[in-house]
């Protein structure tokens, strides 16, 4: 097997990237992305006030739900990080 050289490693990504781009693979998905947004949004609102104002089991259920929107909250956050919301050249 050959060595990798920084030219070929170069030369290599770059046509790589030509064909996912080609294919389609960095089209933004803003619609999708606000429409996650949203309902991350109104799935953390209604944990946090499951927390403060349910009685019990209800916190132990609220504060699973509310982990969970933090991580979807985060994903989302890290997609927009590598610029996968917006349509990218």
């Given at each position: ?38 309902w991350v949004t109104a ?28 991580v979807q909250a985060a ?7 590598h610029g996968a919301i917006?349509?990218?050249?």
């Open positions: 097997m050959k060595a990798w050289t920084q030219g070929s490693a170069l030369a290599f990504r770059q046509q790589l990237r030509a064909e996912l781009h080609a294919v389609g693979v960095f089209r933004g998905d803003t619609a999708g992305y606000w429409r996650r947004g949203i799935l953390a609102a209604a944990s946090w006030a499951g927390l403060v104002f349910a009685g019990d089991p209800l916190p132990c259920l609220a504060a699973g739900v509310a982990a969970y929107a933090g994903t989302i956050a890290h997609e927009a990080g917006f349509i990218s050249i």
